[in-house]
């Protein structure tokens, strides 16, 4: 791959996704697999004005080593470093920048109900950290290809080979060419997606209602105090950024506890390193109700059984059929790609920042409108090239979606 390309594309991550003012301390976290590009990466983001870039390297090897080898009680001690490490991130805010490149099926094997029970018991010490960086720190998920995923989405070539196709397929969804500036491009898109949120912000959806001939027949209801986001966003200071690079999606955060129907998913699912796939949900009274799956079913029970909120949604998002992602006909196994190629709803924590004036709200206050809690977040994609949607407003259907597509008042 030109090395130019990938010049770009960490320039892109650190001025645009991360969106680095001078100063900022920067945290990035990645596999140890992708540390070349990493290297690059950290340079963009010192030229875009850092103060320090420090480097947090994880492997999902070594991760099934430690739950392979260490009882339940030793991996559940949490050092002191770790601890003030929280304290620090609560206290000075870095910019986080999120590199993925696992593997779909990276912890096949894992005991998951062992690994759900140490993130469960870490998840509740560093609660008070985590809830005092909502909404207040910049962050940016990107990805870059290492073998095994780009094996998995091109199994018929050789590593280097799946590599360069996964890496060109990442590069075409966050408009990276060889012509123009891709900063530039980005800027432009993240427009429209503000221009389309005004026009669905025009609008005040009491529910939404899903079909599709899959088997989707789905209502939520929406807070009265939120909005429609999309493209970049802001932290309660006023500090801009890109949460996610590709992005296709335009979302809110409906009313905990307020759904009911069948929601058919549409693409696999890549959670925690296994695959789920062929599965369903069936709600009432807001709530996951019964579910099923052709594969995968063991790990959306440990899902659903995280805590009371993952059992409840957190954010339903619009992405029309035929996008820049979807028309490249790739089924990526990763969430940040594949949901962004399709309509999605996602299970567990909703977004504060959906929430009119949030920046002026408590999270308590966020949270007793309904944006739903729980300590994970996790979407699964329903779109279909039937699929509609429509939004109901003071009793009156105003169609957003047909045929999985925006109707014309919203495209």
């Known amino acids: ?45 010192y030229l875009a004005g850092a103060s320090e870039v420090r480097v947090e390297w994880g492997s999902d090897e070594l991760t099934k080593l430690a739950y392979k080898h260490r009882t339940l009680a030793s991996l559940k001690k949490i050092p002191a470093w770790q601890t003030a490490k929280m304290r620090e991130r609560a206290a000075k805010m870095p910019t986080r920048i999120h590199v993925i490149s696992d593997a779909p099926d990276a912890m096949a094997g894992l005991d998951m109900a062992k690994y759900e029970k140490v993130r469960t018991h870490t998840y509740k010490k560093f609660k008070k950290y985590l809830d005092t960086v909502e909404g207040n720190e910049k962050w940016c998920v990107a990805a870059y290809p290492a073998p095994a995923w780009a094996k998995a989405v091109f199994p018929n070539e050789t590593e280097d080979a799946a590599c360069e196709k996964l890496l060109a397929a990442i590069l075409a969804s966050v408009m990276v060419r060889e012509e123009g500036d891709p900063v530039d491009a980005w800027r432009k898109h993240d427009e429209e997606f503000h221009t389309r949120c005004e026009r669905l912000n025009k609008h005040k959806f009491e529910y939404l209602e899903y079909k599709s001939a899959n088997g989707t027949d789905f209502r939520v209801w929406l807070i009265p105090e939120t ?32 759904a009911e129907g069948t929601l058919v998913s549409t693409m696999p699912l890549s959670y925690n390193g296994h695959i789920i796939d062929g599965f369903s949900f069936t709600f009432r009274g ?28 957190g954010e339903v998002a619009f992405v029309p059929q035929g996008n820049a992602i979807a028309a490249q006909g790739i089924l990526f196994y990763n969430t940040l790609f594949d949901e962004n190629a399709s309509c999605h709803v996602a299970l567990g924590s909703g977004y504060t920042d959906t929430v009119d004036g949030y920046e002026n709200r408590t999270l308590e206050e966020c949270r007793a ?36 597509r925006f109707c014309k008042e919203f495209e």
């Open 1 to 45: 791959m030109n090395n130019e390309l990938i010049q770009k594309y960490a320039r892109l991550i650190a001025r645009v996704g991360a969106n680095i003012e001078a100063g900022e301390p920067v945290v990035i976290h990645s596999d140890v697999e992708i540390h070349k590009f990493i290297t690059v990466l950290t340079e963009e983001c």
């Open 227 to 258: 909005h429609f986001c999309g493209g970049g966003e802001y932290t309660k200071t006023g500090k801009y950024f890109n949460p996610n690079l590709p992005t296709e999606e335009i979302f809110i955060s409906p009313m905990a506890g307020k």
């Open 286 to 313: 807001g709530e996951v109700v019964d579910f099923a799956a052709e594969k995968g079913a063991d790990v959306l029970a440990q899902l659903l059984a995280t805590d009371a909120g993952a059992r409840r949604l």
């Open 369 to 404: 409108l309904g944006i739903n809690e729980s300590r994970v977040h996790v979407d699964f994609m329903i779109g279909a090239d039937d699929l509609s949607i429509v939004g109901y407003e003071n009793g009156k259907a105003v169609p957003i979606m047909q045929n999985g």
